[in-house]
């Protein structure tokens, strides 16, 4: 039911975007300048709404983790993000959340198939340009369109596909103003890259290139045209502004205990204003050229030759993904193409390609795919210029011809019949070669690039706040988990009582934060997962671990086993979920505190004493290991099991099996070992 709701979503925005389209186009057919020639049109609004159904049909249909978990919760509440606080996407964002259409989140995941599918026409229309031929362009739009790097930031909440937006004409108005010379266009280039810098620092690198557009048209230009450009690039910076207008707001709404509870200077911790972010003119800079955080800002030490090495190779990898060999040939052939014809375009072309793919090689950041857009754009207007060729020297008569028309060519010049001759049929078998290259993209990739069905962080956000958390609960989770809980809380008003806070476990601040709940008398809870490791084979699940339980524990099965002088197993709880997945929860009281760390076993065995599931860890958190246990405190160690569907039915048991652990050697003394059989656990 629901993915029907989505794809009835999907087919009204479907028919909002083309009625809005129409409209813009209804508007723009009285300023005919703006305007490409009518069949253009037509092929723009084509690829526009045929890149918008493919993205919507694989959109993500809900919350997501990490940095798309924060645009989607920031856009709604017009918060402050992190570095560098992404005005644009946030206030464009925002205006797609008032659609009255699907889930919150799913609405700022259309955001970005909007971008990216607004993208697919100024691609062509660039690629027209360079290629001088609208069949290679038609064909590299659509193959750009269904690259996994811009397919990818479609289906998600992210600022890449708007940051592909602005950069596609940013260089389509700076071309046009290279042939042309006119003055209107070069306030539109001052326009998008001003807009592109608020929205990905990423877009900074095309400058390089637009510096040389600027020179070699140096006879046009005068103060005054100059100056205004600025002005508007000053202007479009202006939505900077944002950050401190707002941030002013949220943080006169910061709860006084919050402040105690997260002693960072100016730092907002309930997750509404970035906890980078300084409420002063130092901090706003800081903010806005990433300095306050500069791990986010990606660079590090280039780390010698290896390190560089390693950097290069990553970069093929994501290269291949994109375009197979073959294709690499022509877009390399398409630069000598382009340079025995235009020589000042192709080094423009060339300056902004090789700015970008250079600073995305340098960044260390996991979004690095995503920097290469620029340069992958790059990439394919180069193959649209060598399809372009190619076509241009076997182009005969006929339908195809029209479609492969240079802009100055007239209708009437084209009066050949198709299929004539050997020559024709040769032009239309490149043609259908060269239709594998887009279709191939689209065949290839849908399955991996479809997040339709995509509700995992969904449920590990709603896994933590529904684990029965003690009102007014401090929760200190991974960037994962962090931001679709506060996208639950803050958007949908699921446990707002609950303080959500962003840290590591293994920095000071961590036990500053822990120590100050425990001097509040707020419940304390960790949220990890299970198994740590996101390569694992195993199921991952998230638990919101208490340090320690609020109140003493009613298990469903009580015990009165003694693992030292120290701590005592009370009881435990085992809850199925279905017949493969079940809870196993242990309850542990202190009967006085500990300076021994321990780690422990647990074995899970079928009726017939098979082992069906064994897990080797600390118990309750290696975050929070025994020594730190308070005296008189409960605590509950949660084991999520999965049991193969062939593992027969009847009681089970585990054996629980404590060891002293030396932490300075990894190593667990076999001798210390204590044991605790459960019994009594019925898999159906």
Partial sequence: ??????????????????????????????????????????????????????????????????????????????????????????????????????????????????????????????????????????????????MPTLWAAATIAEVYALNTLLIAPTLFFAIRFFDHGRARDLYLVALCFGLALTNHRIAFFIAPALLLIVWLKRDVLNLKKISLAALISLFALSFYLYIPLRASQLLAEQSAENWALYPRAEAIVNGKVTAYYNHTPAGFFNLVTALDNRTKLGFQDAGGENKMLERLTNAWTLLREQIDPFGMLLA???????????????????LAGASVAAISIYLRAESTRFYFSGAYLVMVLFFAAALGWILEKLRPGGVGAMLNARPDQQAGEHKASPLRNARTLLYYAVIVFFAFFPLSAFYFNFARMDQSGNTKYDAYARAVLGDNLAQNAVVVAPWEVATPMRYFQYVENVRPDVLTIHESPVRPQYQKILDAAHKLNRPFYYAQFMPEDKNSDAPRTVQAIAFPLSDKPQPQQTLNAKLNDSIRVIGYDWIPSDPQNARLAIYYRVLQPTRIEYVNELELSDTQGVTRAAFSRHPVSEYYPTYFWQDGGYYRDVYDIHLDANAPRGAYSAELIWYEYDAATAQRNEYSAKSVIITGLERE
Avoid at 339 to 345: N, S
């Fill in 332 to 350: 390399l052939w398409g630069i000598v193409v382009l340079w025995r014809r235009e020589r000042a375009l192709t080094s423009v072309l060339l």
């Fill in 1 to 146: 039911m629901k993915t029907r709701s989505l794809a009835n979503a999907g087919a009204l925005v479907v028919a909002f975007v083309a009625r809005i389209m129409a409209s813009v186009f209804a508007w723009l057919q009285r300023r005919k300048e703006f305007l490409p020639p009518r069949l253009d049109l037509y092929l723009c609004i084509l690829l526009t709404l045929a890149a918008f159904a493919v993205y919507v049909r694989t959109l993500t249909p809900g919350v997501l983790d990490g940095d798309s978990g924060e645009w989607q919760y920031m856009a709604n509440i017009l918060g402050v993000p992190h570095s560098t606080g992404y005005p644009t996407y946030i206030l464009l964002a925002k205006l797609v959340t008032l659609l009255p259409i699907g889930n919150p989140a799913w609405r700022v995941n259309l955001f970005s198939t909007i971008s990216a599918a607004l993208t697919i026409p100024v691609v062509y229309l660039l690629a027209k340009r360079v290629s001088r031929s609208r069949l290679a362009a038609l064909f590299a739009a659509i193959f750009f369109a269904f």
